[in-house]
């Protein structure tokens, strides 16, 4: 069966401090590759999303960067974070390449990112 | 802009009542919706959804209603149990396939 796993589940960094965010699906292959923010009082922002490796298509402008070394792993980096980034930040996968998954996208448990 | 609306941040119901979370779309692209259920401090997770083609779905409780003509739909929770306690999120896919699109949510409470 396919997992997905996010990790870490909570971090508290500072002002200024750089961001990674590291996500991995396991039992499939080729998925495409989803992250997404519900900020406070917020909805579900889509980040970033990724068809396959290398391949990275930005959905807002911001001081977060993605990228996707391995078929399977996604992450979402900043070099420098701001008090705007604070969130909860979730992966997604999709398997289905055209058309449409039945079910959506299957989540990660979050990251819980507060800037201070 | 926001393609997908919950209007309502916030619902309260009573134990055993019908729970009706609303949503409003105005892209006319879209063309299949799904519901997702969060908890606190974890990801969305698939509860129902609908094609453009049909007007309602059921599955247990859960039913969506779906009303083109207006760009909305509804999801009904009946009866609601306090396990339904949650943050409810629309979302839809246009036929371009594009990524999903989510509403901002609707935080339910089912009182006891």
């Known amino acids: 069966s396919q997992t997905i796993h996010q990790w870490p589940a909570t971090l508290v960094q500072p002002v200024g401090s750089p961001l990674s965010l590291e996500c991995t699906v396991e039992?499939?292959?080729?998925?495409?590759l989803y992250w997404y923010r519900q900020a406070a009082g917020r909805g579900l922002q889509l980040l970033f999303y990724?068809?396959?490796?290398?391949?990275i298509s930005s959905e807002v402008p911001q001081n977060l960067s993605a990228s996707r070394p391995q078929d399977r792993q996604f992450i979402l980096s900043s070099k420098k974070l701001l008090l705007s980034d604070s969130g909860f930040y979730l992966c997604?996968?999709?398997?289905?390449?055209?058309?449409?998954?039945?079910?959506?996208?299957?989540f990660g448990s979050g990251t819980r990112l507060t800037v201070v | 802009d926001q393609q997908v609306k919950q209007n309502s941040p916030s619902l309260s119901v009573q134990e055993g009542r019908i729970s009706i979370l609303n949503c409003d779309y105005t892209?006319?692209?879209?063309?299949?919706f799904l519901w997702y259920k969060k908890y606190p401090a974890e990801g969305p997770t698939f509860l129902i959804s609908?094609?453009?083609?049909?007007d309602k779905n059921e599955d247990g409780r859960f039913t969506v209603f779906l009303n083109k003509s207006a760009k909305h739909l509804s999801l009904h929770i009946v009866p609601s149990q306090p396990g339904d306690s949650a943050v409810y999120f629309c979302?839809?896919?246009?036929?371009?396939?594009?990524?999903?699109?989510f509403g901002k949510g609707t935080r339910l409470s089912v009182i006891a």
């Open positions: 990724s068809v396959g490796i290398g391949q």
């Open positions: 892209n006319s692209m879209f063309d299949y």
């Open positions: 979302a839809a896919w246009d036929s371009g396939n594009t990524p999903l699109v």
């Open positions: 039992g499939t292959s080729n998925p495409n």
């Open positions: 609908i094609s453009s083609i049909k």
């Open positions: 997604a996968w999709s398997g289905v390449k055209k058309g449409k998954s039945l079910y959506g996208y299957t």
